[in-house]
């Protein structure tokens, strides 16, 4: 009895100290630097870029810096493959664009980042897994501002707009894609005059970010606090509990994404509205990425300042029949 007594007292201890740390908290960054975007795919397996070719590693062992020679641009978009994570790109200013890739096999964690050639000077804001090694990036320029490719090429798409783009989400098929960027700009690939045209947008604010769940289903949001929502073959704008710039978006399900910006914003979308939620973070940050691996465990990050910001999520876990048994199993003897 008294053994079973002391199980359920380790179970309640592990449980109250794990609610008490669910939420976002601060993870000290490894270095000094400007953080723009950041992306996960495992839970030790993540990347960030920044400013003057700052990338950082997360690993089991933390947050490393990566050190190279690459390049001095900023960089403004990091994205990895969804699959195995053994290609990723990041994209910065004037055309640079370095690309990932880490063999299955290798026993190097980290595997190598490499510059790669690009079709044109465009400053990339957005980079976007669409298949395989296959990518999207998109940035800033009169003609060409949207690439396609991958390891074997990267090339300019046609477009019959200017705007600027500033992000770009794959929603589960080739012909399903989607591009937002300047003045409320919204397009879309059309494959039968082999462009991208414009969608209609229900906003003339500057859009900065979109993710889909799948097929029919995807947030947008940007400045003034914009929110708009793609459902029913149409975008339309959602009540925002914020007025500030919104910088970039995670969605997760339909029930279930984020959004961060300025002024120290984090938004969570559940129970069918968007809330703001607490930032750990100091007052005047400014969030720019943000990147979940589960509804469970995410990633923001940004700067305050010149100080760089490193956000953690991790949600209140669930007491389940597999994990009583685990913590039992540590008083068995």
Sequence with gaps: MAGKTTAVTALAVVWGAASAFAGWYVVPAPCGGVLNDVD???????WICGNVGLLLHYSEDGWERYEHNLTTADLHAVGLNESYQNFGWAGGD???MLGFYRHPTSPSAEGSWDKVATPNATDIHTIHYLWADGFWAAGKNASGQIWSGGFGGWEAERTTFDETVYGIAYAGSHMRVWAVGENGLIAIPNYGYFRWDKYPSPTRQTLRAVDFDWYYFGYACGDGGTIICYAANEWEIKPSPVKCDLHDVDVISTE???IVGA???ILHFRGGQWFQVHSPAPPGTVLKGVSFISPEEG????N???TPIILHYVACPAVTPASIGKIKALFSN
């Design 40 to 46: 996960f795919k495992t839970t030790d397996n993540g």
């Design 263 to 265: 002024g120290n914003t």
């Design 256 to 258: 279930d994404a984020w």
């Design 94 to 96: 004037d055309g640079t």
């Design 304 to 306: 305050c300042g010149s």
């Design 299 to 302: 990633w923001a990050v940004g």
